[in-house]
């Protein structure tokens, strides 16, 4: 069984690794300084990342939703706590009946999720949400996604993922 081990040591090893190099080559960054000082993480100019601009629109993978983020505190998105607000309708723009919204979050990069789960509030007119406490813990990238059922069915009827570089 040593073999077993030897891989799994190895695994973890590049794990750790993965979560440890954290520190940047760049020496700026083009949203300031990371609110603890410490140093930040470069990842801006990465293919897959977005920039954030208030009112940010995602079609859903299935096209049958539009996913807005209409607002983020911090603005852009940053390491630590964050509160942002969010729009989901269907593809006509009409509120999605009934709708239940679940968040996720994942560094690509690292495969690894969030460690406390953000709570999120619907608004009266069926299409609004707030979501408070997404704790983007580390700098790199972070791919956030919103999945929507409707009317209590368990099959998806959208979803969409926002991918920010967090510094
Ligand atoms: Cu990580």
């Known amino acids: 069984?040593?073999?077993?081990s030897l891989s799994f040591l190895a695994l973890s090893a590049m794990f750790a690794l993965g979560c440890s190099t954290e520190s940047g080559s760049e020496p700026t960054h083009p949203h300031g300084e990371s609110p603890d000082g410490s140093s930040t993480f470069e990842c801006s100019s990465d293919p897959r990342v977005q920039s954030y601009v208030a009112n940010l629109e995602k079609n859903g993978v299935l096209n049958r939703a539009?996913?807005?983020?209409?607002?983020?505190?911090?603005a852009p998105p940053r390491r630590g706590f964050n509160n942002w607000t969010l729009n989901i309708v269907?593809?006509?723009g009409n509120p999605i009946p009934n709708p239940t919204v679940t968040i996720s979050g994942m560094m690509p990069d690292h495969q690894h999720g969030w460690s406390t789960q953000p709570t999120l509030t619907a608004g009266a007119d069926g299409k609004s949400f707030t979501v408070e406490k997404i704790y983007l813990s580390m700098g790199g990238v972070w791919?956030?996604?919103?999945d929507v059922t409707s009317d209590g069915s368990s099959?998806?009827?959208?979803k969409?993922?926002?991918t920010f570089c967090i510094g």
């Open 160 to 162: 969409a993922t926002f």
């Open 1 to 4: 069984m040593k073999f077993v």
């Open 66 to 74: 539009r996913f807005t983020l209409t607002s983020a505190d911090p």
């Open 143 to 146: 791919e956030v996604t919103f």
């Open 155 to 158: 099959t998806l009827l959208d």
């Open 90 to 92: 269907d593809s006509a």
